[in-house]
């Protein structure tokens, strides 16, 4: 890897369209990356683009954009934010690098904590 983040950089189709912002949510939406359920009234990250054609939009929670921004400094594939993750886990195996995980809020520290421990029980069986 060229770059300091923690998951491999997407070298994918560039969009023909990209916004991106900060919302409070009106409605229910499903977090793209983690799949929870974020509440109406709660902020996410609103992500809309066109590529290859297609518009695609889609909500992220607060932490796992906080994650994103930290992780995968030099971008990802939306909604592949914690596949990559568990590779580059499984990986790193022992030889994780623990900085840039320092610097996450807790919420967001302890939802990665979360993954790696499922990453590392996973690599047991």
Not at 37 to 64: F, Q
Not at 68 to 86: M, N, Q, S
């Amino acid at each position: 890897m060229n770059c300091s983040c923690l998951v491999e950089p997407w070298d994918g189709e560039t969009p023909e369209f990209y916004q991106e912002k900060m919302v409070v949510c009106r409605k229910p939406h499903e977090c793209v990356e983690c799949k929870r359920t974020i509440e109406a009234g709660e902020k996410a990250e609103y992500i809309a683009g066109k590529w290859e054609g297609e518009v695609i939009t889609s909500y992220t929670c607060t932490e796992c954009r906080e994650i994103a921004k930290v992780i995968a400094r030099c971008g990802y594939c939306i909604g592949c934010l914690w596949d990559d993750f568990c590779v580059a886990v499984r990986e790193y195996e022992d030889e994780i690098p623990w900085t840039p995980i320092a610097e996450l809020s807790k919420q967001a520290r302890d939802k990665v904590l979360e993954y790696i421990d499922e990453v590392w029980k996973e690599m047991e069986k």
